[in-house]
Nanobody
Framework: VQLQAFGGGLVQAGGSLRLSCLASGRSFSGYNMAWFRQAPGKEREFVAAVAWSRIGIYYTDSVKGRFTISRDNAKNTVYLQMNSLKPEDTAVYYC????????????????WGQGTQVTVSS
């Protein structure tokens, strides 16, 4: 599966953005999907994940209550709605897919999008 992430941009603190990740290829509905982010000089960090069934949804603690991950299998798209953004949310955001893993370890995701920059100004 090929992934293309978009929707990033520059926003003031407290603002909102919605990221989208469009998947091409077959069987998108069978993949667990996740969002990661990487700030300059830092390691790639798990943000959120949604299982193929939509039953399992996970967030890192720092985004709980502010970010929402969702997926539309009919559109082959996974979303990350980001509200109440903070300067510390500034990073390149990546979407990832795995057919058999839905955890927080980026090394276990086989497919990656190209990343989209999110910058939150104070």
């Amino acid at each position: 599966v090929q992934l293309q992430a978009f929707g990033g941009g520059l926003v003031q603190a407290g603002g909102s953005l919605r990221l989208s990740c469009l998947a091409s290829g077959r069987s998108f509905s069978g993949y667990n999907m996740a969002w990661f982010r990487q700030a300059p000089g830092k390691e790639r960090e798990f943000v959120a994940a949604v299982a193929w069934s939509r039953i399992g949804i996970y967030y890192t603690d720092s985004v709980k209550g502010r970010f929402t991950i969702s997926r539309d299998n009919a559109k082959n798209t996974v979303y990350l709605q980001m509200n109440s953004l903070k300067p510390e949310d500034t990073a390149v955001y990546y979407c990832a897919a795995s057919s058999d893993y839905r955890g927080i370890d980026y090394a276990n995701y086989k497919f990656w999008g190209q990343g989209t920059q999110v910058t939150v100004s104070s």
